[in-house]
């Protein structure tokens, strides 16, 4: 992480030296990213505001847009802070639904949806699935991520057996998925839909595998769940 770490930096200089905006930007975004998985929350939300220093002056395209709302949501979920990040989530959400940016939407439905469970508010986090599931036909990251979300929510309803089914063909899906943040993430939920379900063996074993992947990006909030 601290080579990482280092690269990007010398990345986000080198573009700030010769007016590389979006490259700056996109930079900051992810060393803002990296200090909130540290538990440097302070440190991540000074990055994003350094970031949006020029926004008036940024290309004007969706995915400069919806980096900067992913970056700044993903920075609120991870210092536990859903009700931030669910605004943050809902403005992108307005503003790409405006622009008819629906392509874009998929990740942010789905950041919406786990700050809508974090705030224990499962019937809208169930109809935002509706919603993404309806978008996210040509997104295999989308896909794999409303099926563990939905998981949980029907695990905490009390439909176990559906619940572990659907939660296991996510983890399945990760097979060939070059996210191990993302995938731990998937992982650490099937062991929760586990748990729910009273596996609490298969659940420890999940945790576990979960637990691994974490510590090995140096992913410290993620480590903790």
Known sequence: MNATCTT????????RS???RRLEMDALH???????????FAEARA????????????PRDLLVRVGRFLSTALVELMAGEPAAAERVLRDSHRELS????????????ILLVRALIMQG???????QIDEV???????????????????????????????????AEAVAL????EQDDSTAEVEADYAHVLRLAGNDREARRMAERALDRYQRKGNLVGARR
Do not use: C, F, N, Y
């Open 8 to 15: 990007i930096s010398g990345r986000t200089q080198w573009a």
């Open 18 to 20: 010769r007016g590389i």
């Open 30 to 40: 992810i060393l803002a990213r990296i200090s909130g998985m540290r538990e440097r």
């Open 47 to 58: 990055l994003l505001r350094q970031a949006d220093v020029g926004k008036k002056t940024e």
């Open 98 to 109: 405006d622009l008819k940016g629906t392509g874009q939407l998929p990740p942010v439905i």
């Open 121 to 127: 508010r499962d019937e809208e986090a169930m109809r």
């Open 133 to 167: 599931k309806k978008l996210a036909l040509k997104s295999h990251d989308a896909q794999i991520k409303w099926r563990a979300l939905r998981a949980l929510l029907l695990a905490r309803r009390g439909e176990a057996e559906e619940a572990v089914r659907l939660a």
């Open 174 to 177: 990760t097979a060939d998925w």
